[in-house]
Nanobody
Framework: QVQLVESGGGLVQAGGSLRLSCAAS????????MGWYRQGPGKQRELVAI???????NYADPVKGRFTISGDNAKNTVNLQMSSLKPEDTAVYYC??????????WGQGTQVTVSS
């Protein structure tokens, strides 16, 4: 069982920056990838960025060049540095972890609001 706790959301003006962090605990050794998803108002949850345990990274097209995902294995955390934020980035951001047993775990979500 993996527990995920996000932090760092908030309100920011367009063009600003925010940093999200996700701390993992529990079945750490079974994690094969961690990432960030988001769900905007009236929208489906979508991938933002993902990093594998081997360091492979993928970004969704809308955030490429603006967001950076990073992992700290020593602290069991994954971070999402968001820059040049746009109002359309407004969403609840969820941390997730995929494990070897083909299960997916989710954090509780953190709200990011970008004002125009």
């Amino acid at each position: 069982q993996v527990q995920l706790v996000e932090s760092g959301g908030g309100l920011v003006q367009a063009g600003g920056s925010l940093r999200l962090s996700c701390a993992a605990s529990g079945g750490i050794s079974s994690i094969v990838a961690m990432g960030w998803y988001r769900q905007g108002p009236g929208k489906q949850r979508e991938l933002v960025a993902i990093i594998s345990s081997g360091g492979r990274i993928n970004y969704a097209d809308p955030v490429k060049g603006r967001f950076t995902i990073s992992g700290d294995n020593a602290k069991n955390t994954v971070n999402l540095q968001m820059s040049s934020l746009k109002p359309e980035d407004t969403a609840v951001y969820y941390c997730n972890a995929d494990v070897k047993e083909l299960r997916r775990y989710w954090g509780q979500g953190t709200q990011v609001t970008v004002s125009s």
